[in-house]
């Protein structure tokens, strides 16, 4: 650090030359001092101008403000370059002027924190603070000349300055230090930006959220929808508990739901929670309470969370009584599934068609209802619309079962589920047979009359009581410029301006009143313009003398009225625009070079220029900054061609407002066909765009909850449907065990019985061959009898029939214990099982698809069984998973069968195997023993322990598409054909491997490598 001192200016002429060594050593310390301030020393003279404003000179600041300002100190040593007073924010001098100032004036420090801008135009936070010196004059004048003493360590390295005196002859110096306070002043900016987004976040979701102390339960917090919930405001809540707002036993009950989320330390969630609240009557809410905790763990607050289902509620009642309706409703209900199948049809069906439910189930609606004159284009439509799933409303004619034909009005739409997949079809049909009998009717009459007036030369109108068209001839359809079909069913005033329409209805009063007259009218045509005509107007009534309408005679005398008429309207169009102009929309116009030379009053008021500001200048004048030069090139380019440019600007009024405009630019050509000036004609849409920006935001939020409700109700089906089917696999193991059990009892009597009749059985041959020998000639009767039942072949044949039985009793007695095995009913907890014994079960079970039938060889069997330890799992549930996977496997097997596509390649699991083939091999996966040392090179098998049992089920069929394998393990996804899947059971092994048992279920296939998936299970015991 350079300081401009002089130590002989500290030294009295009288003093020796060891107190001026001693003064030069004080003053070094005090430099290295003020050199380890973090901060910019500082001491500075100040004076009074003459209309008494304070300003400040610099006589000492130390080089640290070189880091705050990025200035070096020696410019504001004596103003040499620049006064600190100029680096100060221009917002922020008037206010440090003052307060300095003050501080001179009543001897008291200051401190100020304000913005300076810094060398490279970037603005800083600095902390001064400082300390007026004051002394009376005479006092300072003896400092001067005797100073051997230091001052205070800045007299120590300040040269000397000549003391200024003010207007009071006192003595004025300013000592003091700034600090840069930049990064705190940010990180208090972004504290109050944190706090405010926070804050308003709460405060604008849709749900009640509100806080409570946890000692006496009184509410500190209660947004916006709380107050709209409850009735009250946060002013009538806020240090108030539920005593003080609801009735005693609803403020015990609430109170009791807070010392129980205290006293557990744990959330409530209730569901569905009537309350009576005073504002609002009684309400169905959904509540959850959490406790919030210290930093000490200890309960400080209880966060409550509450949502109205009352109308939720009520709509799951609307719904029942939609129920009914439908079952009651007088018009025909049919329900499908995506094929097109009958589900459920209502009572009103049976009414119409004669058909009751039983024999529709199961059919499709066209095979039973459509005949030889139900049109075939119509059912093509039909047929069309159910494939693409879309809706079909069209008129059908179809057979009872009586075989009576009969008219309906169908109206088909489709039923999508969440995941957009086609679940059914819904009908409404209603019987309208009469109607078309009464058309048909009518038809007949129409054409009847239709030959009358068709030939005529003039219009004929026809109107019903309501004047509305029920028929106009061809004629009457070419004079407006509509067809026939255009015009029937309209209203007499749809063909009338509005400047016409009073007098058309008084007209329409005298036709009510029986009155007929000719007049001239103006009507108006389908292209827009009018049509003149004489109107020869006749009432007519019913038979009760009932008016019921008015027949219409029209001649067009269009040409004799259009000259005067398109006259009159040019002017009076012409002055309305201008009028409309001036009243509704921002003019202005310029010249070819784009000078103003006409701006309307909406033009002034918009941009707060005079017109006298505006004329002769550019739109430049008014131009925000927000558009490129792109953007007005080609506005230019446009007009310059003599087309209409359109679009929105962004504008800036003389006050710096800034707004959007809605801006079409008409460029004025000249008989060359040149553009001489230009019109712009604007509308402010400041309002719509900000609008247009809430509604956006609006949307986003509202798109993001639908998704959230939308995850929330796929979890729900899912979890459903995972319990029905867990639910059913109980049952069918509990099946399997019934049956199991009801076998094993009398196969094992016929087992153990076989052997011995087998022991009879040769005690009796050796007792006939002891016969033989000591009887070798038998009688006549008896040589017969051996004859007759061929004694030989008995004695051959009976040792094999024994032993086939005995066989055939194995098998049956292996199947039983397969199917105990299977079902594991006795196994509902944790148990150390052999895996094998699960697979052998599973196989067993699965062995009639691994053989050879007709138009489907032999499916091979590997099984490559390592030597498993028992595991702690759910047998009866990896069973099921066992079932699953290879059924599936012998699935794709068999589809290959059928299409002949194989696994090829290295890659496969089982390769280069051209029959079908599965592969199913077990091995055991070890972790280091923890007490192994780290770098041991030798890995010895007894120094390590089993932790996973591997399980590979492969096949060599087809494989699996890439698009399919990303969806395998989603539940109700299948591949298969309908009623072949239900899409659960990947689903649901993954479920019991990886969740109920902690292990990893994986699946390695492409298409035409073949498929292989690996389980793998813990050895130790699983914790659920």
């Known amino acids: 650090m350079q300081i401009s001192s002089n130590s002989s200016k500290f030294k009295n002429g009288d003093h020796n030359n060891e107190d001026g060594s001693s003064l030069l050593k004080s003053e070094e310390k005090y430099k290295n001092l003020v050199a380890n301030i973090p901060g910019a020393v500082y001491r500075c003279t100040c004076e009074y101008t003459d209309d008494e404003e304070l300003t400040r000179t610099m006589a000492f600041l130390s080089e640290t403000v070189q880091e705050i300002s990025g200035y070096p100190s020696s410019d504001f040593i004596n103003d040499r370059v620049r006064s600190f007073a100029s680096i100060i924010h221009p917002q922020d001098r008037k206010n440090v002027d003052a307060v300095v100032k003050k501080s001179v004036e009543t001897r008291t420090p200051y401190i100020l924190e304000y913005r300076i801008v810094r060398a490279d135009g970037g603005i800083s936070w600095v902390y001064e603070k400082g300390k007026a010196v004051c002394c009376e004059a005479d006092e300072a004048r003896g400092i001067q000349e005797g100073q051997g003493q230091i001052e205070g360590f800045l007299s120590a390295v300040v040269p000397s300055v000549p003391p200024i005196a003010n207007s009071l002859c006192r003595v004025v110096y300013l000592d003091g230090v700034i600090l840069d306070i930049t990064e705190r002043k940010r990180a208090e900016e972004n504290l109050r930006n944190t706090q405010d987004f926070l804050n308003a976040v709460l405060q604008n979701l849709p749900i009640s959220v509100f806080i409570k102390d946890a000692v006496e339960q009184k509410f500190i917090y209660w947004n916006t929808a709380s107050e709209e919930l409850f009735g009250y405001s946060r002013d009538e809540v806020i240090l108030n508990n539920a005593a003080d707002l609801l009735e005693p036993d609803h403020a015990n009950y609430l109170q009791a739901q807070d010392l129980e989320v205290l006293a557990t330390r744990k959330g409530v969630d209730l569901p569905e929670q009537t309350i009576e609240l005073p504002h609002r009557g009684k309400r169905i809410l959904h509540t959850k309470k959490v406790p919030l905790f210290d930093d000490s763990g200890a309960p400080k607050y209880i966060l409550g969370i509450a949502e109205d289902i009352t109308e939720s509620k009520k709509n ?42 039983a024999e529709m189930q199961g059919k499709k609606p066209g095979d039973v209802l459509q005949g030889p004159e139900t049109d075939p284009l119509t059912i093509a439509q039909l047929r069309s619309a159910l494939s693409a799933g879309v809706p079909f409303n069209q008129e059908i004619y179809n057979y009872k079962k009586n075989g009576r034909g009969y008219w309906v009005a169908l109206s088909i739409a ?109 009507f108006t045509r389908k292209d827009g313009s009018h049509l003149w005509a004489i109107v020869s107007a006749t009432p007519m009534f019913d038979a009760e003398g009932e008016f019921s309408g008015v027949l219409r005679m029209i001649t067009d005398i269009s040409d004799r009225k259009q000259a005067e008429a398109e006259l009159r309207q040019t002017l009076k169009e012409l002055e309305f625009e201008k009028f409309a102009l001036d009243q509704s929309a921002i003019v202005s116009n310029t010249d070819e070079f784009g000078a103003i030379t006409y701006v309307n009053d909406q033009f002034c008021e918009q941009f707060k220029y005079s017109r006298e500001e505006l004329i002769g200048k550019t739109h430049r004048l008014v131009n925000s900054g927000y558009h490129s030069a792109d ?124 052997m011995h009749a087998d022991d009879y059985f040769k005690d009796l041959l050796k007792m006939l061959q002891l016969y033989q020998q000591e009887y070798p ?183 699996i598409p890439i698009d399919v394998h990303k969806r395998l393990f989603d539940p109700f996804f299948t591949t298969k054909e309908p009623g072949k899947g239900t899409g659960l059971g990947l689903s649901i092994s993954y479920q019991i491997v990886v969740e109920k048992h902690g292990g990893l279920l994986k699946c390695d296939s492409a298409p035409g490598q073949g498929t292989e998936f690996a389980i793998e299970i813990p050895v130790k015991k699983i914790v659920s």
């Open 316 to 357: 799951e009642t609307e719904l029942s009584r939609l129920a009914i309706v439908a079952q009651k409703t007088q018009n025909g209900v049919i329900i499908t599934d995506a094929q097109g199948c009958i589900e459920w049809v209502n009572e009103g069906f049976t009414r119409i068609s004669g058909y009751v439910l």
């Open 414 to 522: 489709p039923i999508y589920q969440e995941n957009g997949e086609l679940e059914g079809f819904i009908a409404v049909q209603t019987d309208i047979t009469d109607r078309k009998r009464a058309e048909e009717t009518l038809r007949e009459r129409e054409n009847y009359y239709r030959c009358i007036v068709e030939t005529a030369s003039e219009g004929v109108w026809m109107f019903d009581s309501e004047s509305i068209t029920t028929f106009a001839n061809s004629r009457m359809g070419e004079m407006l410029g509509y067809s026939v079909e255009e015009m029937l069913g309209r209203s007499l005033f749809e063909f009338i301006d509005c400047e016409s329409r009073e007098i058309a209805e008084s007209y329409v009063q005298r036709r009510r009143q029986g009155l007929s007259e000719r007049h001239d009218f103006k």
């Open 631 to 754: 953007f007005f090139k080609q506005l230019w380019s446009t007009i310059r061609q003599g087309k209409v440019w359109r679009g929105q600007m962004k504008n800036q009024a003389k006050d710096g407002t800034l707004f959007w405009l809605d801006t079409t630019i008409v460029p004025c050509l000249n008989t060359s066909g040149e553009p001489h000036q230009y019109v712009a004609i604007r509308k402010d849409i400041t309002d719509r765009k900000h609008a247009e920006e809430a509604v956006r935001l609006s949307e986003s939020q509202l798109r993001t909850k639908n998704q959230e409700l939308a995850k929330a109700l796929r979890d729900v089906h899912k979890t459903q449907s995972m319990m029905v089917q867990n639910e059913k696999m109980v049952s069918l193991g509990q099946l399997v065990a019934g049956v199991a059990h009801e076998i094993n009892n009398p196969v094992s009597f016929i087992y153990g019985n076989v």
């Open 777 to 959: 000639h038998p009688t006549s009767a008896i040589k017969q009898e051996i004859n007759d039942v061929d004694l030989d072949f008995l004695l051959k044949d009976l040792p094999n029939l024994l032993n086939s039985m005995k066989m055939g009793a194995e098998r049956i007695r292996q199947i039983v214990l397969s199917l105990k095995n299977f079902s594991r009913l006795d196994e509902a907890e944790q148990k150390q099982v052999d895996i094998h014994e699960g697979i052998e079960s599973t196989l067993l079970i699965l062995q009639h698809r691994l053989k050879e039938t007709a138009g489907h060889p032999k499916i091979m069997l590997i099984k490559e069984f390592g030597n498993l330890p028992r595991v702690q799992c759910y047998a009866g549930q990896l069973n099921q998973v066992f079932m699953n996977i290879i059924g599936n496997a012998i699935d794709a097997l068999e589809e290959a069968m059928e299409t002949g596509q194989w696994a090829e390649g290295q890659l496969a699991p089982i390769p280069y195997c051209p029959s079908p083939t599965l592969r199913i091999c077990t091995d055991v996966k070890y972790e280091q023993d923890a007490l192994m040392q780290a770098d041991s090179a030798v890995s010895d098998d007894s120094m390590r322990h089993p932790s996973h049992i591997v399980i590979r089920i492969a096949d060599n069929g087809p494989g």
